[in-house]
C-alpha cells in the first residue's frame, strides 16, 4: 500500500509534468493526498485526467459567480479550484453557487473541502446526485465516496453553511446543570491550598 507521502509526491510531479507550474502542481498533490486519505478515487481520476487533458482544452473560468456556464468544453478542475480557493471570502456572501459541467469534479472537491477550513464554516457540495458536507477540512461526510472515475459534474451546486448548534436550548441548559454538580464552592482552606498559595514575597 502506498503511503499518504508517497500519493502527493508523485502526485505533485506529475502534475508539473503535464504542464502545471510548480505551485498548482503543490497544491494538487495536497489534493491527491486528502482524497486517498477519505478513501476517494484521486489518483485514478487524476491520472485518467492527465490522459485526455491535452486532447480536450477544457475551460478555464478565472472570475466565479453565483452562476457559472460553460461556452464550449467543461471547466477544468484545478483552474476552477484555485479561483473558488483564493475568491471565498467574496463567494460566501452568495447564498449559492452553481456550475454547468466541471470536469473530473472529484478533483474540485478539495479546494472546497480547504475552503471550508479558511471561512471557518462548512460547506455542502452536490456534484448530481452526490452530496459531500466538507466540514473544516477535517471529515467529509457523503451519499457517494469511492465511485471510481466520474469524469463529468453536469450540474455543480455549493452551499455555505451557517455555523449552529445541533441541540436545543433547552438540552445545553440541561445537561450544563447536570454539570454543576462538580463544581466546589471556594472557602478558606481552598484559597489556603490553592495555586501560589504559601509562596513568600521577597520583594
Excluded at 452568495?94 to 478533483?107: H, S, V
Excluded at 449552529?164 to 484559597?191: A, G, I, M, Q, R
Aim: some cysteine.
Amino acid at each position: 500500500m502506498k503511503s499518504l507521502s508517497e500519493i502527493e509526491t508523485v502526485s505533485k510531479r506529475s502534475s508539473k509534468a503535464a504542464g502545471f507550474p510548480w505551485g498548482v502542481a503543490e497544491e494538487v498533490g495536497k489534493n491527491i493526498r486528502m482524497l486517498e486519505m477519505f478513501g476517494i478515487s484521486g489518483i485514478r481520476n487524476l491520472n485518467y485526467y492527465f490522459k485526455i487533458r491535452h486532447n480536450k482544452n477544457f475551460e478555464k473560468l478565472n472570475l466565479i459567480n453565483s452562476e457559472n456556464k460553460k461556452e464550449q468544453l467543461e471547466f477544468c478542475p484545478i483552474i476552477v479550484g484555485l479561483n473558488f480557493l483564493d475568491q471565498i471570502r467574496s463567494l460566501e456572501n452568495f447564498d449559492q453557487i452553481r456550475f454547468e459541467k466541471i470536469a473530473f469534479p472529484l478533483l474540485f472537491l478539495p479546494f472546497v473541502s480547504r475552503a471550508s477550513e479558511v471561512i471557518g464554516k462548512k460547506i455542502k457540495l452536490n456534484i448530481d446526485n452526490k452530496v459531500f458536507l466538507l466540514n473544516f477540512n477535517i471529515s467529509i461526510y457523503s451519499n457517494s465516496i469511492n465511485e471510481g472515475i466520474v469524469e463529468i459534474g453536469n450540474n455543480i451546486s455549493i452551499e455555505i453553511q451557517e455555523n449552529e448548534d445541533s441541540f436545543k436550548e433547552n438540552e445545553w441548559k440541561e445537561l450544563y446543570k447536570l454539570s454543576e454538580k462538580t463544581f466546589v464552592e471556594e472557602n478558606d482552606s481552598l484559597k489556603n491550598s490553592g495555586a501560589g498559595a504559601g509562596l513568600t514575597d521577597n520583594d
